[in-house]
């Protein structure tokens, strides 16, 4: 028998189209990958969850303490980074609920459909903790921000009268 390269390989593909693999071991790989999803999901969910202690530990101290100086965003690179985070994390939450929708649609491992649950839920609290991050920042900004002599506005009465003076060419 004289088989070239090219016969040889025709005939290991023709060999691997008719060869079916018995229902057993495709359910065993099925729960296999499921585990190894749930198992990812779940680490994700716990990183994100550590994450968002330390954000909000961030944000009470620099609330609370007072003991930073000046300015924290001042050219805008804070705020951008907190953008972004929020984006991926938005990201992630959709993620995560499309595989939810997925796993409850194809009556997957319900661990599947709880660790893709919990890690929306921590995507949602990570979200709330960067955007109370930034806002904290943008506070604490504001506070330290340089005050030009008159421009200071406690009342509505003073914001009209400083609105005059701006308006009139002060």
């Known amino acids: 028998m004289n088989l070239t390269l090219s016969r040889a390989d025709l005939d290991t593909r023709k060999a691997a189209r008719e060869v079916s693999l018995p229902q057993w071991v495709l359910k ?4 296999f990958a ?5 198992s990812r999901l779940d680490k994700i969910a716990l990183k994100m969850s550590r994450e968002v202690l330390d954000l909000l530990e961030i944000s009470r101290s620099i609330d609370c303490n007072g003991e930073i100086d000046g300015m924290i965003d001042v050219d805008g690179k804070v705020t951008a980074k907190l953008d972004n985070l929020r984006r991926l994390s938005r990201d992630i939450h959709k993620s995560s609920l499309e595989i939810k929708g997925r796993a409850e649609k194809r009556r997957a491992d319900r661990n599947v459909v709880r660790a893709a649950g919990e890690l929306a839920a921590v995507c949602s609290e990570y979200y709330d903790a960067i955007t109370k991050l930034h806002w ?3 506070e604490h900004d504001a506070d330290n921000s340089p ?3 008159g421009f200071l506005a406690e009342t509505s009465d003073e914001v009209g009268a400083m609105l005059d003076r701006i308006s009139s060419g002060e």
């Open 28 to 31: 065993a790989l099925l729960r």
């Open 34 to 38: 499921e585990s190894m999803l749930t």
């Open 136 to 138: 904290v920042i943008l």
């Open 147 to 149: 005050r030009i002599n």
